[in-house]
């Protein structure tokens, strides 16, 4: 939880990227995307 919303909240690259393709839940699109 810490480590991804350090990545999304100074990024927001990745979370943007996943709200826009998902349209309501960034955090396991991004968990997905960082992860693999």
Do not use: C, I, Y
């Not at 480590?3 to 968990?31: I, K, M, Y």
């Amino acid at each position: 939880n810490v480590w991804l919303t350090h990545d999304v909240a100074p990024g927001g690259n990745v979370t943007q990227a996943s709200t826009q393709e998902s349209g309501r839940a960034p955090r396991p699109a991004a968990a997905a995307e960082v992860l693999p």
